[in-house]
């Protein structure tokens, strides 16, 4: 194996990119780009030069036609791996490189985790601001159980005492509850309302910004597109209001000390061709 420079997964990362845009055009599906990907095209025009995150957001019924479509359109060395055929702790998809690993990632052994990017979907949101917050957070609170339930025949083995014991029990619990029911649950409660009948809309079931990322449906629609690495990608009609409302004076850089890449360490599988 050979670890891979940032660089490197940024390129990486950018071809999953183009493969996913290309399925969606193909099919008509709804998405953008998300987070830190979209600020990236915003302020960078691509990644954000310390980053090797890209987020993409889909309308929940689009996100499932792609789950769906994807087995037959993607490359064979793209996988999907998502909360609804695997033993995942996340809440939403992922399509991995299964030309790479990453070997330090403790928590889902089964199937070790690979570079990936991350698609997310969007749901609608009803009521009174309090009312969308208190929503919102309780999702969270049900993703957070679920990642902990998930993850706890792990953590047993590498805790000690009253946290091992603690871990334990969780396991157990995990063992008892039906594989998908976590999932389906959290899936019902943030689907609820529908993204293209609801007032506000957005990623209810997590995202960088929590409830910040909620805004209007119009403000929501994606009928832009930006630059990214050279290619054009699809992205919010309000892509201001998006980034002003996560990351405040967005166009201006964070200072020096904070520009550190967040992200696990991934290697090239021996034989395998770099595209």
């Known amino acids: 194996m050979r670890k891979l420079e940032l ?34 095209a915003v302020r960078h025009k691509g990644f954000i030069p310390w980053d090797n995150d890209i987020d993409v957001a889909m309308p929940r019924a689009d996100y499932h036609k792609f789950l769906k479509l994807a087995s037959m359109e993607l490359p064979k060395h793209l996988k999907m ?14 399509i991995l490189d299964l030309r790479t690993i990453d070997v330090e990632f403790q928590h889902c052994k089964e199937q070790p985790l690979r570079l990936y990017i991350d698609i997310f979907p969007l749901d609608g949101m ?7 917050k208190k929503r919102k957070n309780k999702v969270i609170r049900y993703v957070k159980w679920m990642h902990r339930l998930k993850e706890a025949k792990y953590k047993k083995k590498e805790a000690h005492g009253l946290q091992a014991a603690a871990w334990y029990m969780l396991s157990v619990v995990n063992c008892l509850v039906p ?20 007032e506000y809309v957005g990623c209810v079931i997590g995202g960088a910004g929590g409830y910040k990322e909620l805004i209007k449906r119009e403000e929501y629609a994606m009928t832009g597109e930006a630059e990214f690495e050279g290619c054009r990608f699809m992205t919010l009609k309000n892509t201001d209001l998006y ?3 996560l990351y405040g004076d967005y166009m201006q850089l964070p200072p020096v000390e ?16 770099q595209p």
Do not use: W
């Open 7 to 40: 660089r490197e997964v940024q390129l990486m990362e950018f071809e999953i990119l183009k493969e996913y845009d290309r399925v969606c055009r193909k099919h008509q599906l709804r998405y953008t780009l998300g987070g830190g990907t979209l600020l990236g």
């Open 81 to 94: 791996y998502t909360p609804y055929n695997s033993d995942s702790r996340f809440s939403y998809s992922k």
């Open 126 to 132: 009803q009521g009174t601001e309090q009312e969308r």
């Open 179 to 198: 594989r998908h029911f976590l999932i389906k649950y959290i899936d019902r409660y943030a689907a609820k309302y529908d993204f293209d009948t609801s």
């Open 243 to 245: 980034l002003s409302n």
């Open 258 to 273: 904070d520009r550190v890449t967040h992200s696990d360490t991934f290697y090239l599988l021996e034989n395998t061709k």
